[in-house]
C-alpha cells in the first residue's frame, strides 16, 4: 500500500511539473505576443496523457492592460478548447507554437482613453479607414493619409476627430456614425455625419454594412459612453 501510496504521489509530482512548465511556456508565449501586459493569468486543465500527447483541452487567459501592435486593450478574458502544440519541444525548453488553428471564445473591454492610446496602431488605423473609406468616399478621398486626433464613444455611436493633410480638397474634420450588429461577423453603419470647421456638411440616413470575415462571430457588441465591449468568438491560426 505504501508503494502504491508513493507511486501516486510521483506521478502527481511529475503531473504537476508537466503543468508548470506547461503554463510558464503559454505564459511566455502570450507575452511575447503583447509589447506590454499589466496582469495575466492562466489557467489550464488537462489530464498527464493529455498534456503529454500536445493536446490541451481548456486554456482561460485574462490579461489587462495588454499592448498588442500598438492597439492598447483594457480587459481580455479568453477561454480554448482542445489546443494542439508542440509539446515535445516545449519539455525541451523551446517555444510554444501552436500547431492547428484553434476557436477561442473570450470577452473585450475597450476603454475611451486607451482606444485614443492606440490611434496610432496599424490594425485601428486601418480599420478606421476601410470605414471612412465606405461612407465617406468624397468627402474623405485620402482616408490613409488622415490622422485621428481624437475618438469619443456613446451609445451605439462613435464620433472621429480627424485631421486631414493641407492637399486634401475636404477639410471634414468630425465624422459620426451610429454601429449595430446586424449578423455574427457583420456590422451595420447609420445615421452619418460630417462636420467641418463650419458646421454639418454631410448628413445621410443611408445603411452601410461592414463584414469582418468568416473567422470573427460576434455575440455581443455595446458601445456605452467611453466604453466598448464586445464578446464572441475568433479563430487563432498558427
Given amino acids: 500500500m505504501a508503494q502504491n501510496n508513493l507511486e501516486i504521489q510521483t506521478s502527481s509530482r511529475k503531473v504537476r511539473i508537466i503543468t508548470n512548465v506547461l503554463t510558464t511556456a503559454l505564459k511566455l508565449w502570450l507575452r511575447s505576443q503583447v509589447s506590454q501586459v499589466s496582469q495575466l493569468e492562466v489557467e ?14 481548456w486554456v482561460s ?40 488553428t ?24 486601418t480599420a478606421l479607414n476601410d470605414v ?4 465617406l468616399p468624397e468627402q474623405c478621398p485620402k482616408s ?13 455611436r462613435i464620433i472621429l476627430h480627424v ?17 449595430n450588429l446586424l449578423s455574427s461577423h457583420e456590422l451595420e453603419l447609420s445615421h452619418i455625419q460630417a462636420k467641418d470647421n463650419m458646421g454639418l456638411v454631410l448628413e445621410t440616413h443611408d445603411l452601410h454594412y461592414l463584414n469582418l470575415g468568416s ?16 464578446q464572441g468568438r475568433i479563430n487563432v491560426n498558427p
Fill in 102 to 125: 484553434v476557436p477561442v471564445i473570450g470577452e473585450l473591454v475597450v476603454e475611451e482613453d486607451e482606444l485614443n492610446a492606440s490611434t496610432s496602431s496599424t490594425l485601428l488605423s
Fill in 61 to 100: 487567459i485574462f490579461a489587462s492592460h495588454a499592448v498588442y501592435q500598438d492597439l492598447h486593450i483594457t480587459q481580455i478574458q479568453l477561454v480554448a478548447e482542445n489546443i494542439r502544440i508542440n509539446i515535445g519541444s516545449v519539455l525541451k525548453g523551446q517555444p510554444l507554437r501552436l500547431l492547428e
Fill in 44 to 57: 489550464i486543465k488537462a489530464s498527464d496523457r493529455q498534456i503529454l500527447s500536445g493536446c490541451i483541452p
Fill in 163 to 179: 485631421s486631414q493633410p493641407p492637399n486634401n480638397t475636404s477639410k471634414v474634420s468630425e465624422v459620426c456614425a451610429e454601429i
Fill in 132 to 135: 471612412l473609406d465606405k461612407l
Fill in 215 to 230: 473567422d470573427v462571430d460576434i455575440q455581443q457588441l455595446k458601445l456605452m459612453p467611453r466604453k466598448l465591449f464586445c
Fill in 144 to 156: 490613409k493619409s488622415i490622422f485621428y486626433q481624437k475618438i469619443i464613444l456613446d451609445n451605439s
